[in-house]
């Protein structure tokens, strides 16, 4: 029989480090620390070795999140809640702000995905805000123009 591996992880809720068994990795379970859930995921080898895959944050690929958990994302790059966007349909102008935060960078929510990393907006919500834009500032402008020329 093989020696046991064990591999370690952090925990996004309290940043607790816990050590499991390789053949755990990609289960979830209740940190020991916190007792809220836990994915594990290959973080950082037991025999000391640094983070895996680990690049300074100026020579991150444009595909790979920054952020390693929501708590290190800046308040404007995180998902706004519902009530944002609800109040966002009654005051335009936080609505545009989303727009262009969203093109002009990732937002990120306060997900993981299968590998422990933060689940970033697609390519869909960067589509909706530019449809947003283009409604905002060529469609109800063009109206009220033909609005105003009518009286």
């Given at each position: 029989m093989g020696a046991e591996v064990y591999l370690?992880?952090?925990?996004?809720n309290c940043g607790g480090e816990v050590e499991?068994?390789?053949e755990q990795e990609g289960l979830t379970v209740i940190c020991p620390q916190c007792s809220k859930e836990l994915f594990l995921y290959r973080?950082?080898?037991a025999a000391g070795a640094s983070l895996q895959n680990q690049?300074?944050?100026s020579q991150h690929s444009s595909?790979?999140?920054?952020?390693r958990t929501f708590s290190e994302v800046p308040w404007f790059r995180r998902e706004p809640g519902p009530i944002t966007f609800l109040l966002?349909?009654?005051f335009m102008p936080i609505l545009l702000a989303i727009c262009i935060v969203a093109l002009t960078g990732d937002i990120y929510r306060n997900a993981y995905d299968q590998d422990g990393k933060l689940i970033v907006w697609g390519?869909?919500?960067k589509v909706a805000a530019v449809v947003i834009l283009v409604i905002e500032f060529v469609i109800f402008p063009f109206l009220f123009h033909q609005i105003?020329?009518?009286r």
């Open positions: 370690k992880t952090t925990c996004k499991f068994l390789e973080s950082v080898h690049q300074p944050a595909n790979e999140a920054k952020y966002a349909l009654i390519t869909g919500n105003e020329g009518v």
